[in-house]
């Protein structure tokens, strides 16, 4: 008799974040008149630039024509776009990889999701809460993660990141194998300084732990003293995997283009992980679609970095927005700074969900609760700077007029 | 310390695949005066449809303006994907599926990878053999397979497909809990009708199995009496899953679409399987490109239909090509009438490598050998109807003199 696998039976609920897009639609449809503006998904709005846009019609005629068409292509990617994001991800920054230490994929979640392939059930993970509920639910569902008990996985380690840690998540005070580590964080919007990343890279080391670092946010740092990838502190090659987007650097979260760094220096026991994931990826995936590769490609080029990055300012503008538009009335706000997530602590100690409702309902805006990112986040809910400026001063007006 | 997954470790050799383009990639930079005609790997030549190309092209421009521009798509497709593939591919051939069964993927080859995650480490597996060495290689990575000794893995039930047995499976001589199965088959071409599939549904209902059915190239079915689709039999929604591809029946093997379906009724223990698989692709997958999945939709359109119809029919021809010439120079051929994959025995019981070789090394044709499928497939070569008529008259030329 077929027996499935349990542990998807102990995950609560569902998806943070299919659950909020639920709730959004029910109150949509109840109050027709009312549109809502949704600041809770982190989904851009601003269209592909333009130099995608041609680098897309372009390869969309190759794949037209006899001569020119392509079929299967690297699991790994095509050699145009890991050359090119070695270059100007990187090498610009004083970082020295491989094109074959660079897997082109599908999306940061699909990566950041099925890297635990690669690894034993036996591992003790540590995790940041709040945090990104993919790396909980993926683990949980590995059967790395224990039993659910009091909104806590039992197996699983947790470092609060409070107020009053600045949302720096604490070293272990217990041996943990696998660290997840997000800067510019999501949901909380905080970036980390070389200083403040140096002793994760001494406790992996020393530890032999490994860090999955997602640096998805890297594009929306403005402070210069934060790193944009954690190869840019000594000895990280030898303990850290990096995943990276384009989803939010270039507008990708519809077009669909990742990509995660295993460098050839870390490995476990001997054995390199560049070479387990190259195995897990051969076998288990077929490669992004060859004219999404090659949109990707176009974000490098000396058009398509000047509008990327007029994007990326534009949200930036937004985070600028909220984050004076709650303060004003009077919130604790952290975050977009270096990231397009807001940070707002729920008013005389309201509950996340509660005060969710309460924007929903009274203002017809969406955002995130911040309990749906893990115990810590209760007393908080996440708004995304990705809207249209018109929107994000017209849900800040409405949210003013609601305190 | 962190603890890798060591079923890795026992995976023997790299992925069939990449040896064999490994292999053909030496001899052509050894002899480049000779161009490889690669008959090895089932990769597509023809470009893509006009259909598909306007459709992409419509869909690029759509996410160049703000007004149109789609972000995050529902993870398991659109629903305007979704309702095409339940009327076109299900609704036509008398079966009732709802648009939630269907999970639209980057891949058939992700799709049966990803799938063993909803099921438990303890179950028994039973592939065919010779066998698409995904099946196998991603239950060994899952701890499934048990240990690779003498070309088997101890924990897997082979089930060998032979001439003698007309290269269909037998019925599992004792109980076994998940049942990979593959038709129109790959790598042996061969077909089966509802008959030669009717006691494997009842064979899974009795046992309570589960049937993994790839029918991935239903779109080469001539024969009248075979079903496209397992659930053109009866029970058969209560005991399989399918995976269908847009590879070889639109080209989009450099194009990546897919769908799997996972009908409500079936049921582990009272679980639904789709419930599950939902859960885990919405957490480990954010779906597919919206202009791909687009594309994927004007497959259905009638221009649609026609070329891509007309495209299949070529490959069809080559196909006979391909049995004709063989079968002249005495070889035993199978396969390649509803399938575009021909199964040839090695003359004088020469082992399967060793063709490959010959026909590499004095022809420059690349083929793939037989034993890479399995033990099963020693004494077969695996020849691919998917180069240019041009490409496979001229290998079929070469290979009539070699013998």
Same mark, same amino acid.
């Given at each position: 008799?077929?027996?499935?696998?349990?542990?998807?039976?102990?995950?609560?609920?569902?998806?943070?974040?299919?659950?909020?897009?639920?709730?959004?639609?029910?109150?949509?449809?109840?109050?027709?008149?009312?549109?809502?503006?949704?600041?809770?998904?982190?989904?851009?709005?601003?269209?592909?630039?333009?130099?995608?846009?041609?680098?897309?019609?372009?390869?969309?005629?190759?794949?037209?024509?006899?001569?020119?068409?392509?079929?299967?292509?690297?699991?790994?990617?095509?050699?145009?776009?890991?050359?090119?994001?070695?270059?100007?991800?990187?090498?610009?920054?004083?970082?020295?990889?491989?094109?074959?230490?660079?897997?082109?994929?599908?999306?940061?979640?699909?990566?950041?999701?099925?890297?635990?392939?690669?690894?034993?059930?036996?591992?003790?993970?540590?995790?940041?809460?709040?945090?990104?509920?993919?790396?909980?639910?993926?683990?949980?569902?590995?059967?790395?993660?224990?039993?659910?008990?009091?909104?806590?996985?039992?197996?699983?380690?947790?470092?609060?990141?409070?107020?009053?840690?600045?949302?720096?998540?604490?070293?272990?005070?217990?041996?943990?194998?696998?660290?997840?580590?997000?800067?510019?964080?999501? !949901?909380? =919007?905080?970036?980390? $300084? %070389? *200083?403040?990343?140096?002793?994760?890279?001494?406790? /992996?080391?020393?530890?032999?732990?490994?860090?999955?670092?997602?640096?998805?946010?890297?594009?929306?740092?403005?402070?210069?003293?934060?790193?944009?990838?954690?190869?840019?502190?000594?000895?990280?090659?030898?303990?850290?995997?990096?995943?990276?987007?384009?989803?939010?650097?270039?507008?990708?979260?519809?077009?669909?283009?990742?990509?995660?760094?295993?460098?050839?220096?870390?490995?476990?026991?001997?054995?390199?992980?560049?070479?387990?994931?190259?195995?897990?990826?051969?076998?288990?995936?077929?490669?992004?679609?060859?004219?999404?590769?090659?949109?990707?490609?176009?974000?490098?080029? !000396?058009? =398509?970095?000047?509008? $990327? %990055? *007029?994007?990326?300012?534009?949200?930036?503008?937004? /985070?600028?927005?909220?984050?004076?538009?709650?303060?004003?009335?009077?919130?604790?706000?952290?975050?977009?700074?270096?990231?397009?997530?807001?940070?707002?602590?729920?008013?005389?100690?309201?509950?996340?969900?509660?005060?969710?409702?309460?924007?929903?309902?009274?203002?017809?805006?969406?955002?995130?609760?911040?309990?749906?990112?893990?115990?810590?986040?209760?007393?908080?809910?996440?708004?995304?700077?990705?809207?249209?400026?018109?929107?994000?001063?017209?849900?800040?007006?409405?949210?003013?007029?609601?305190?």
């Amino acid at each position: 008799m077929t027996k499935i696998n349990d542990n998807y039976l102990k995950l609560p609920g569902s998806y943070l974040f299919s659950t909020v897009a639920k709730k959004i639609s029910a109150f949509q449809e109840a109050n027709p008149d009312k549109p809502v503006i949704k600041m809770s998904i982190g989904d851009v709005t601003r269209p592909l630039v333009p130099a995608v846009i041609d680098a897309m019609h372009k390869a969309v005629d190759e794949m037209a024509a006899a001569e020119t068409f392509r079929g299967y292509g690297p699991e790994q990617g095509y050699d145009f776009l890991r050359n090119a994001i070695v270059k100007y991800d990187y090498a610009s920054r004083g970082i020295e990889l491989e094109a074959d230490e660079v897997f082109v994929s599908d999306g940061a979640k699909s990566d950041c999701g099925n890297i635990g392939d690669i690894f034993s059930v036996d591992n003790k993970v540590a995790v940041c809460d709040p945090v990104y509920p993919v790396y909980v639910d993926t683990n949980a569902m590995a059967g790395r993660a224990g039993d659910y008990i009091d909104e806590h996985w039992s197996n699983l380690y947790y470092m609060p990141c409070l107020a009053e840690n600045g949302f720096m998540p604490q070293l272990p005070t217990e041996k943990v194998d696998i660290i997840y580590l997000c800067f510019p964080n999501n !949901p909380t =919007g905080v970036a980390a $300084t %070389k *200083e403040q990343l140096k002793p994760w890279i001494d406790y /992996a080391r020393e530890n032999k732990a490994v860090i999955l670092y997602d640096s998805a946010y890297e594009a929306f740092i403005t402070n210069p003293d934060v790193p944009h990838s954690i190869y840019e502190l000594e000895g990280a090659k030898e303990v850290a995997i990096e995943f990276r987007s384009f989803s939010k650097t270039a507008g990708f979260t519809g077009t669909r283009c990742a990509y995660t760094i295993v460098p050839h220096e870390l490995k476990v026991n001997g054995t390199e992980l560049n070479g387990l994931w190259n195995r897990r990826q051969c076998t288990k995936f077929n490669g992004v679609p060859y004219i999404i590769q090659r949109a990707a490609e176009a974000v490098y080029s !000396p058009e =398509g970095q000047k509008q $990327t %990055k *007029e994007n990326v300012a534009y949200y930036l503008n937004n /985070a600028s927005i909220i984050r004076n538009a709650l303060t004003d009335i009077g919130l604790e706000v952290y975050g977009g700074e270096n990231a397009p997530y807001i940070w707002a602590k729920t008013p005389d100690n309201m509950g996340s969900w509660e005060f969710f409702d309460k924007i929903l309902n009274e203002t017809a805006v969406g955002t995130t609760p911040g309990a749906g990112f893990g115990p810590s986040g209760e007393g908080y809910v996440r708004l995304t700077a990705f809207s249209s400026k018109e929107n994000t001063e017209a849900a800040m007006e409405r949210i003013k007029k609601l305190l």
